[in-house]
């Protein structure tokens, strides 16, 4: 590590930065407790017959995505109108209230609901910190700050796929609304953006989500920010959600369990994220960083799809190399924040990462309908990952670059 890296870093380290951090990690592992408990706690609930299994946990999966996707527009609108703070202190409220409640769960309806509320809650966390955090840092020091706060987030999905293998699937909720309720007590007293401050004392409109639609190249920023990051949650909500049964295809030796490849994913995720965000600033550019790990996702997408009779070890490997080349997500989101002004910066922020999330549902439905039409799973997900990634290329050549950039401007 370079001198001139080294202050840049330090700088990173602020009260915004660690506890943004901590609360994407409660973020993180109460989004994917669904995921690494859906097996037990489905088979508890009655559930035998293994397609009905997987169509209950695409489906339940897809409600948490919509609910995040309308929680996205809620808590974006309330960031740039209200202010960051009031975001992280209601969402993590409302998320850790949901996950509690859904340790009591009885019946699959009621497990969508509570899901749909719990993504409701979610959506708000990770765009309030990463706003708050691109606003409160200085440029040199932005990317290693997001860095922080990604991959020390992502490292809660391996806490929950250990939770999830270890613990009884109610326990595992109440402890991830517990950990939302002590992170909480800690943002007490926490302070407001001075750049959101400015702005909202200067009278300019804020919060205007269908700003973001007009004009057209606005839009196309905005639309190109979300393609970019569509092929990461493509990978984690189809090919690791969906592992045991598309190793069983592959003819993988031995019992893949989905706890231990989503905790493996995202072991490498938090590498990623880190080394994204690294990348970044040592190419003083988000553009190239993210072309190298697409470049990277699309080599890790053939090798999952096309690797047959591996031992269940060899799998859990891929899974870990997949979530490597998927770890942009830090470089991703922060793109999201540095393409747009103070006053739609939290709407965009925010909405942006849950845009990525609810596409899922598409997603699912695109994947589903190639398996239907006479693909085999592994091949539909083949096609449809190197679709998005195709889509997410196009992108990402049309999103001007904004390393560096100053951030006290509004559109």
Not at 104 to 119: K, M, N, P, T
Not at 260 to 287: E, I
Request: glycine share 12%; aromatic share 10%; charged share 10%.
């Amino acid at each position: 590590m370079t001198a001139t890296n080294t202050p840049s870093i330090r700088a990173a380290l602020t009260a915004p930065v660690l506890v943004g951090a901590l609360g994407y990690f409660v973020d993180i592992f109460d989004l994917l407790i669904f995921p690494v408990t859906s097996m037990p706690s489905l088979t508890e609930l009655g559930i035998t017959d293994a397609r009905q299994m997987r169509l209950l946990r695409e489906g339940i999966m897809n409600w948490q995505m919509i609910g995040m996707l309308i929680g996205g527009i809620f808590w974006g609108v309330l960031g740039d109108k209200i202010g960051r703070r009031s975001v992280l202190f209601g969402s993590i409220t409302l998320y850790s209230l949901a996950n509690i409640a859904n340790g009591f769960v009885q019946d699959i309806e009621s497990y969508h609901y509570i899901r749909l509320i719990a993504g409701f809650g979610l959506a708000g966390e990770l765009g309030a910190a990463i706003t708050l955090v691109s606003e409160t840092l200085p440029k040199e020091a932005r990317g290693y700050g997001t860095a922080i706060v990604a991959s020390v987030g992502v490292s809660g999905a391996i806490f929950a796929g250990a939770i999830g293998t270890h613990v009884y699937w109610r326990t595992a909720y109440f402890i991830g609304g517990g950990l939302g309720f002590a992170l909480l007590l800690l943002r007490v007293g926490f302070g407001e953006s001075s750049m959101f401050t400015h702005t909202k004392e200067s009278g300019v409109s804020r919060g205007n989500f269908f700003a973001l639609l007009w004009p057209r190249e606005r839009l196309g920023r905005y639309l190109s920010c979300i393609l970019i990051g569509v092929p990461l949650w493509f990978g984690v909500g189809i090919l690791i959600n969906l592992s045991s049964d598309l190793a069983a295809e592959l003819g993988v030796q031995g019992a893949v369990k989905p706890a231990t490849a989503v905790a493996v994913c995202y072991a490498g995720l938090t590498l990623g994220d880190f080394a994204s965000g690294g990348l970044s600033q040592l190419l003083r550019s988000r553009r190239r960083a993210v072309a190298v790990f697409l470049a990277m996702t699309a080599v890790s997408v053939v090798a999952y799809c096309t690797l047959r009779g591996l031992s269940a070890t060899g799998f859990y490997v891929i899974c870990g190399v997949l979530g490597i080349s998927l770890g942009y997500w830090a470089v991703f989101v922060t793109i999201a924040s540095e393409q747009f002004g103070t006053n739609l910066r939290a709407t965009a922020t925010t909405t942006v990462p849950n845009w990525v999330r609810g596409a899922l549902v598409p997603i699912t439905f695109a994947f589903e309908h190639l398996h239907t039409s006479g693909l085999s799973l592994v091949h539909s997900a083949l096609v449809l990952g190197l679709g998005l990634l195709s889509l997410a290329g196009v992108a990402l050549w049309f999103l001007p670059e904004t390393f560096g950039r100053d951030l006290d401007f509004v559109e």
